[in-house]
């Protein structure tokens, strides 16, 4: 008759017993300080602002004389889309082209604090140095204007700080741009109001 025998129970060591507890102790509470820390990281990682090309004007556009010496008004407004994160602003300059001949350019914002999900509208008054008669794009200009539509572009340069609580993130270089056109007469075409310009960090 065959004779069969139990397997031995091997005990563990109570030092290896309490090393793998201890183990799995610590990779718990590492667990859940990384979900802890992911869920704080959701809700304080700030958003960009958003920028919407409001309006846009240059009186007497289509003037023979050009552009020189004309206002620029424009408004641009800001959104800070955080709910708990404020946005500190350095002073705002706005630059304006066609084409590549800068048409305007110069400080439009003092700086300034924009509250959580808070709005500031960025209104510029600039005054035009071109172009004129004498410029290279003076004929392509004149022919857009009697076109009716003058493709032109709006830069907005700035340094921003995020608030988040009782302290302040790095610096960010802000550059907004706003593409557009305007009508013959130096108004906004219709299509181009609210629209949402392109934001560069």
């Known amino acids: ?19 793998n507890f201890l183990c799995a102790v610590l990779l718990t509470l590492v667990l859940v300080a990384g979900i802890i820390l992911f869920v704080l990281w959701l809700s304080l990682r700030p958003h960009k602002p958003k920028f919407f090309l409001a309006d846009f004007s240059i009186p007497n556009a289509n003037r023979q004389s050009g552009l020189a010496n004309l206002p620029v008004t424009f408004t ?20 304006v082209y066609y084409g590549n001949q800068l048409v305007a350019s110069g400080q439009v914002m003092y700086p300034f604090y924009q509250a959580p999900k808070g709005d500031t509208p960025v209104q510029g008054a600039l005054t035009a140095s071109g172009p004129v008669p004498t410029d290279p794009v003076w004929p392509r200009f004149t022919g857009e ?12 340069n700035s340094t921003v700080r995020f608030q988040v609580k009782m302290w302040d993130t790095r610096q960010h270089h802000m550059k907004v741009e706003c593409d557009f056109s305007l009508s013959g007469d130096g108004t906004l075409q219709q299509q181009y109001k609210n629209k949402r310009c392109t934001l560069y960090f």
């Open 1 to 19: 008759m065959p004779t069969y025998r139990l397997p031995r129970y091997n005990r563990q060591n109570p030092a290896v017993r309490c090393v």
């Open 76 to 95: 641009v407004n800001e959104h800070n889309p955080n709910q708990k994160i404020g946005i500190h602003y350095e002073a705002i300059y706005g630059s």
């Open 145 to 156: 204007v009697s076109a009716g539509s003058v493709g032109m572009r709006l830069l907005l």
